[in-house]
């Protein structure tokens, strides 16, 4: 399995209910990215991980969603109290370094669609 | 803020056609324009573009960016079914280097 793969597939939570989403990267990979993508829409940057440097938060639309990257490799998302608009597939990838001489291209996992009832 | 926009959104054919999707942006300090294919679940990369005038080319599919104009068009000829899909296009720049900026897609549907 050379992708990058995403757990679990399919989430379904009561609003209110914190969920967390894992997402493994490609071996070798020092970027991560997390992404959601609502019905009918594009997909909505919400934060990237690059090596030991802190991590772009800048998409993350509350203090409610918050995401790790421990060891380097593994990420989880996490989103606590959860409402219905967080009703999306969040989708992870991951590349090769980013930087101001490299330019890689990111690679997607299959993404968990997470439904709040 | 970053903004992309693809045009159509969505496109109906038959096999053999040959479709044109569209994608233009504004975007400070661009750095590159990436085109992906979704089918069910994970996109899947089909081009990163980041010289105007310089088609990318795979198999039937290519590709090309105009950095003046800000756009970029991908082409598909002799579609076939399997082309049946959405198209993302995403754009790198900002004073991020990894965040992407995404259109909406192009749903292409290929009939036989």
């Known amino acids: 399995g050379a992708g990058v793969s995403q757990s679990p597939s399919n989430k379904v939570t009561e609003k209110g209910k914190d969920v967390e989403l894992r997402c493994d990267p490609i071996s070798g990979h020092t970027a991560l990215y997390w992404y959601r993508q609502s019905l009918g829409q594009g997909l909505e940057f919400l934060i990237y991980f690059q090596g030991n440097s802190a991590p772009d938060k800048s998409g993350l639309p509350s203090d409610r969603f918050s995401a790790e990257r421990t060891g380097g490799s593994v990420s989880t998302l996490t989103i606590q109290r959860t409402q219905q608009e967080d009703s999306a597939v969040y989708l992870c990838?991951?590349?090769?370094?980013?930087?101001?001489?490299?330019?890689?291209?990111?690679?997607f996992g299959p993404g968990t669609r997470l439904t709040v009832l | 803020e970053d903004k992309v926009v693809q045009s159509p959104l969505s496109l109906v054919v038959h096999e053999g056609d040959t479709v044109t999707l569209n994608c233009s942006y504004e975007?400070?300090?661009?750095?590159?324009l990436l085109w992906y294919k979704q089918e069910k679940k994970a996109p899947t990369f089909l081009f990163m573009l980041?010289?105007?005038?310089i088609e990318k080319k795979s198999g039937r599919l290519s590709s090309i960016l105009d950095k003046k104009e800000l756009f970029s068009i991908l082409n598909i000829t002799a579609t076939q079914t399997g082309d049946s899909a959405v198209y993302l296009c995403?754009?790198?720049?900002?004073?991020?280097?990894?965040?992407?900026?995404f259109g909406q897609g192009t749903i292409l549907t290929v009939h036989p």
């Open positions: 995403a754009v790198k720049g900002g004073t991020s280097y990894g965040k992407l900026t």
């Open positions: 990838a991951s590349s090769l370094a980013q930087g101001t001489r490299s330019n890689n291209e990111q690679f």
């Open positions: 975007v400070t300090n661009f750095r590159s």
């Open positions: 980041t010289s105007s005038g």
